[in-house]
Nanobody
Framework: QVQLVESGGGLVQTGGSLRLSCAAS????????MAWFRQAPGKEREFVAG????????VYADSVRGRFAFSRAPAKNPVFLQMNALKPEDTAVYYC?????????????????????WGQGTQVTVSS
């Protein structure tokens, strides 16, 4: 059974940093699109960062560009999200997602409907 497991969330003060990891079991996703999404209470799930395949440049949401960095280890499962200069509005549950295929258009990378496998989420809380 394919599973994605996120780790690295926690409580941090404004301006602090966290590094999220996403490990996959059951199959590899090295050739597939992978992304991070987040969902705050009472809000819709939103795209944070992702890449269409293992060799593609990452795509970022405007709200995190310049503060967050998406990376993945070629031919391996882990996907990472380095989060710096965190703000209270970054507080949310962060989800790792994987598609069944590579995605080459940025607008599709940002769509949650493009992803078939999701992790259970990890809570990130930024205190003011």
């Amino acid at each position: 059974q394919v599973q994605l497991v996120e780790s690295g969330g926690g409580l941090v003060q404004t301006g602090g940093s966290l590094r999220l990891s996403c490990a996959a079991s059951g199959r590899t996703f090295s050739a597939n699109a992978m992304a991070w999404f987040r969902q705050a209470p009472g809000k819709e799930r939103e795209f944070v960062a992702g890449a269409g395949s293992s060799g593609s440049s990452p795509v970022y949401a405007d709200s995190v560009r310049g503060r967050f960095a998406f990376s993945r280890a070629p031919a391996k499962n882990p996907v990472f999200l380095q989060m710096n200069a965190l703000k209270p509005e970054d507080t949310a549950v962060y989800y790792c997602a994987a598609s069944n295929d590579a995605i080459y258009l940025s607008w599709r990378i940002m769509r949650p409907t493009q992803y078939n496998t999701w992790g259970q989420g990890t809570q990130v809380t930024v205190s003011s």
